[in-house]
């Protein structure tokens, strides 16, 4: 729903700013709980520049270096508590969706139901000033001669029924 009702109902929806807390926090339980099982490296490198004292001073360079990696061992509890963590992140962003589909289907109720109204109003107004028309032809008939009361009032009745309906819709 790309109207700017959608966004204004998304964005006041309690349960979908809940939804989203609870995701940010399960976000970073699983970011804690994977922070322990990440791998580490580290590196040395060295300069060294030496004199041989034999006699001669030759100059030498020398260069040195390593690096390790340091890999945690598989720990049963820590992955399932990643596990856990992971699972509780997947069921709240699910939350989250459905929360939005929620609120997007009631607003699209809301202007079904709102354009049905208005379409009824829109009708009901036309069958009135139909109905007025009859009415000033009924009164004209019945000024001639050839109309009678009971067809005046019976479209006056039916007239201020009709505009009832109208200001009760």
Do not use: K
Request: net charge negative; charged share 25%; with cysteine.
């Amino acid at each position: 729903c790309a109207l700017p009702i959608c966004e204004l109902a998304l964005n006041a929806q309690p349960l979908i700013l809940i939804a989203e807390a609870r995701r940010q926090v399960d976000s970073e339980r699983l970011e804690q709980a994977r922070g322990g099982l990440r791998p580490s490296a580290t590196g040395v490198l060295g300069y060294q520049r030496e004199f041989l004292n034999s006699g001669a001073t030759v100059p030498f360079t020398s260069l040195s270096g390593g690096a390790q990696l340091s890999v945690p061992l598989y720990r049963p509890q820590s992955d399932a508590t990643i596990n856990q963590a992971q699972f509780q992140e997947e069921t709240s962003r699910a939350a989250i969706v459905e929360s939005r589909q929620d609120v997007l289907s009631r607003v699209s109720e809301a202007f079904i139901v709102a354009a049905q109204a208005a379409e009824e109003l829109n009708l009901l107004e036309r069958e009135r000033a139909v109905l007025l028309d009859q009415r000033r032809l009924n009164q004209r008939r019945m000024e001639g001669g050839a109309g009678t009361r009971v067809e005046f009032m019976e479209t006056s009745a039916r007239s201020e029924s009709i505009l009832a309906q109208i200001e009760a819709a």
